[in-house]
C-alpha cells in the first residue's frame, strides 16, 4: 500500500466536451424534424465547425475572464475631485466574446440571409443553442439587438408605417438598422430594452419616465459615431429605470410618457453623443460622452455576473419615438417576442450544454458495484435512468421552443419559404391567417413553462457530478455547470415571471376579439398533428384532454380562470409537447424515440396502463436514450 499525496495516487481522467451538433441527439433531430433535408445538409457544416468552435480553450479562457473581472463603474461613479461620472468598464474577455458572436452572425443571420425565408430563425437558434453555453451571457445583448433590429424592419418596410416616417426618421432608423444587423464587430451594435421601473416589473402602466417634445433650436447634437452625422432626436427624455441590461450597448428601446393621460410610448436612443465642450486629460476639446444618461449603479446578482446591468438615471436622454404615442405597449410587444424566444433559446442551451457535461463525466467517472466491482456511470442503471430522465424532459422542451421558432419565422417571413419549402410536411404548418393567433398564444407559453421546468433538470445535471459539479471549475471551465445553473435560472425572472406569462397566455385566451381565433389555432394544431400519427388510444386522449381545456376556458371569465393560469397553461403546454413528441416518433422511428416518447405521455398521465416499461430494454436503452443510438460509451468494469 502506498499513501496518496498532493501529486501523487488517484486523479479522475478528464472529461472531454464532445462536438454539441454530433453529440446532441435532441439538437440533430430536431433539425430533421423542423428543416428541409436540403437544407439541412447545407448548414450542417458550418454548425458542426461552429460547434467546434466554441469549445476552443481560448473561448473559455474569455469567458473565465468576464465571469472573474465583473463590470463596474470607474471610480464608484465620481472622478478625482468628486464629480460625477459614468464611465462603465468591461474586461477584455467579454469584449471578445462579444466581438466572436458578431462576426459569427448570431442576430444577423435573420436579416442578412433572405434565402433562407421562414426557415431562418430555426438555423438562427441552432447556432444559438451550441454558443449559449459558452457565451458568458453576451447573447443577453444580442437578444436586444434582435428585437430591436425587428422592431425598427417593421417600421422601414410596412409601408403604412413607412409612410408616417419623415425622410431624417427614415435615415435615422435605417442607419441604426444597419448598425444592429452587422457582421462587423468594429461597426455592429448592440441594444438595450429599458422598461423596469420602481413601481412594477412587466407591468409598465405606472412609468414615471417622461419624455417631452423638445426640439432644440440650435444645430442638433450628434450621435456617437460623429463621422456618419446623425443627430439625436427631439424628443428629450427623463426618469429612472430600475433594470436595465446591456449597459454597454449602443442604443436603447425604451417607454415613457407624454401625457398623464395617455399610455406610454416607445422611443429610440442613442446611447451616446458628442460634446464639444468635453475636454481631455491632454487638453483636447470635444468627445463622446453618455446621452443624458447616468449610470447609479450596477446591480449585483445571482447569476449572469458577466452582464452589466445597472439602474439608470435619464435626464435630458435624446430620443425618436417609434410608432404612435401612445401605442408602446403594442411597439414593444415585437421586441418581447424576440427577446423572450430568446431566453427560452437560452435556456435550452444552457440545459444542452449541462447534459453534455453530464455525458462526459458519466463516461470517465467509476464509482463502487458492490463485492470490489468498480462500474462507470455510464453502465449503472440508476445513473443511466437519471439521465434519461432529464434527456426525455429536454427533448420535449426542445421540440416546443423551435416549434415556436418555426411559428415566429412563418410570422415574419411566410410569403417567403425559402429553401426546400416542401419539407414542411411532418410538422403541420398553419395558414397564413392562423399564424399570428398560434403565436400570440406561443410567445408567452413556451417561455412561461420552459425556462420553469428546465432549472430543476440544470441541477439534476449538476447534482450528477457530485461534489465536482458544486464547485464553480474555473480551472477548467468547460465543465462549470454551476455557472450554467446560475445563468438558467434567470430564464423565469427575465422578460416575464412565469406567473405573469401564464397569465397573459390566459389573457390571449380569453381576448374578447381574438381570443376564439387563438383557441382555434392551437386547437387545429393539435388536431392536426394527431391527424398524422398513429396509436388511436392515445390520440384519442389528448383529444379529450384538449377538448377539457378548451371547455375550461370557453366556459369561465378570464378573472376565474387566473388563479388556475399557471397549470392551464403547463397542461396546455404538455399537450403541445405530447404531439410534437409523437410527430417526432413517426417522422423519424426507432427504439429510443419512442420510448422516450412513451415514458413522457405515462408521466403526463396521457397513457395508464399496466406494463412496465423497465423489461424493454433495460440500461442498453437508457444509454441509446442518453447518448444516441450506437454511441453509447464502453463499459469499462474492474475488480479493486
Request: aromatic share 8%; proline share 6%; charged share 20%.
Amino acid at each position: 500500500m502506498e499513501p496518496s499525496s498532493s501529486n501523487t495516487g488517484f486523479f479522475q481522467k478528464q472529461p472531454i466536451i464532445r462536438n454539441q451538433w454530433h453529440d446532441d441527439v435532441s439538437l440533430q433531430r430536431v433539425a430533421k424534424l423542423f428543416l428541409p433535408t436540403s437544407l439541412l445538409e447545407e448548414i450542417a457544416p458550418d454548425l458542426s465547425k461552429l460547434a467546434d468552435e466554441v469549445l476552443a480553450p481560448q473561448i473559455f479562457t474569455w469567458v473565465t475572464d468576464a465571469e472573474r473581472n465583473l463590470p463596474y463603474l470607474l471610480g464608484s461613479g465620481r472622478d478625482s475631485f468628486g464629480k460625477p461620472q459614468s464611465k462603465l468598464i468591461v474586461t477584455e474577455g467579454w469584449r471578445k466574446l462579444q466581438d466572436f458572436g458578431l462576426a459569427k452572425g448570431f442576430v444577423a443571420l435573420n436579416y442578412d440571409t433572405p434565402s433562407l425565408g421562414a426557415h431562418a430563425r430555426l438555423v438562427q437558434f441552432l447556432r444559438c443553442h451550441v454558443w449559449t453555453g459558452s457565451c458568458a451571457n453576451t447573447l443577453c445583448p444580442a437578444a436586444m439587438q434582435d428585437g430591436a433590429a425587428r422592431l425598427l424592419e417593421l417600421h422601414l418596410t410596412d409601408p403604412d408605417s413607412r409612410s408616417r416616417l419623415s425622410p431624417l426618421e427614415l435615415s435615422v432608423f435605417q442607419n441604426a438598422f444597419d448598425h444592429l444587423t452587422s457582421r462587423d464587430p468594429s461597426r455592429a451594435w448592440t441594444s438595450g430594452q429599458w422598461m423596469t421601473e420602481r413601481p412594477g416589473g412587466s407591468d409598465v402602466s405606472l412609468t414615471e419616465t417622461v419624455a417631452t417634445y423638445l426640439p432644440d433650436p440650435s444645430p442638433a447634437g450628434l450621435a456617437s459615431p460623429p463621422s456618419e452625422g446623425v443627430p439625436l432626436g427631439p424628443y428629450s427624455v427623463s426618469g429612472f429605470k430600475f433594470f436595465s441590461s446591456a449597459t454597454d450597448s449602443s442604443c436603447a428601446v425604451l417607454l415613457a410618457k407624454t401625457s398623464p393621460s395617455k399610455p406610454v410610448s416607445a422611443f429610440f436612443a442613442p446611447m451616446r453623443r458628442q460634446n464639444p465642450s468635453l475636454i481631455s486629460p491632454t487638453g483636447v476639446e470635444g468627445g463622446e460622452e453618455l446621452n443624458g444618461i447616468t449610470i447609479q449603479r450596477l446591480k449585483h446578482k445571482f447569476g449572469t455576473q458577466s452582464l452589466p446591468t445597472a439602474e439608470l438615471e435619464l435626464k435630458g436622454t435624446r430620443a425618436w419615438m417609434i410608432g404612435g404615442e401612445g401605442q408602446g405597449i403594442r411597439e414593444v410587444s415585437t421586441m418581447l417576442n424576440i427577446t423572450r424566444v430568446h431566453t427560452t433559446a437560452s435556456t435550452m442551451g444552457y440545459l444542452g450544454r449541462s447534459l453534455g457535461i453530464a455525458r462526459a463525466f458519466a463516461a470517465v467517472r467509476e464509482v463502487g458495484a458492490g463485492k470490489g466491482a468498480r462500474v462507470s456511470l455510464a453502465g449503472h442503471p440508476l445513473h443511466m435512468r437519471t439521465l434519461a430522465g432529464i434527456t426525455e424532459g429536454y427533448h420535449g422542451m426542445m421540440l416546443l421552443t423551435f416549434f415556436t421558432l418555426k411559428v415566429l419565422g412563418l410570422d415574419e417571413k411566410g410569403k417567403r419559404k425559402g429553401k426546400g419549402e416542401g419539407g414542411w410536411d411532418t410538422v403541420p404548418t398553419p395558414a397564413e391567417e392562423m399564424v399570428p393567433y398560434l403565436l400570440r398564444v406561443l410567445s408567452s407559453l413556451h417561455k412561461s413553462y420552459v425556462c420553469e421546468n428546465a432549472v430543476p433538470l440544470v441541477y439534476q445535471c449538476m447534482e450528477s457530478l457530485g461534489g465536482v459539479g458544486y464547485m464553480q471549475n474555473v480551472e477548467s471551465e468547460h465543465l462549470n455547470v454551476s455557472r450554467l445553473f446560475r445563468d438558467a435560472c434567470v430564464g423565469a425572472i427575465w422578460e416575464g415571471t412565469t406567473d405573469v406569462l401564464a397569465s397573459d397566455t390566459v389573457r390571449a385566451l380569453k381576448h374578447p376579439v381574438q381570443g376564439k381565433n387563438c383557441i382555434e389555432a392551437v386547437g387545429w394544431f393539435v388536431l392536426s398533428g394527431l391527424d398524422k400519427v398513429k396509436n388511436g388510444p392515445v390520440k384519442d386522449t389528448l383529444k379529450r384532454e384538449w377538448q377539457g381545456l378548451k371547455g375550461k376556458i370557453e366556459s369561465k371569465s378570464q378573472a376565474e380562470l387566473l388563479p388556475e393560469a399557471r397549470g392551464i397553461t403547463f397542461r396546455l403546454a404538455e399537450v403541445l409537447i405530447a404531439v410534437l413528441y409523437l410527430l417526432d416518433a413517426a417522422a423519424h422511428p426507432g427504439v429510443e424515440i419512442e420510448a422516450m416518447c412513451h415514458r413522457y405521455l405515462r408521466a403526463k398521465g396521457f397513457v395508464v396502463d399496466g406494463s412496465n416499461e423497465d423489461v424493454k430494454g433495460g440500461l442498453e436503452l437508457d444509454q441509446a436514450i442518453v447518448y444516441g443510438p450506437g454511441n453509447q460509451p464502453s463499459k469499462p468494469s474492474s475488480k479493486l
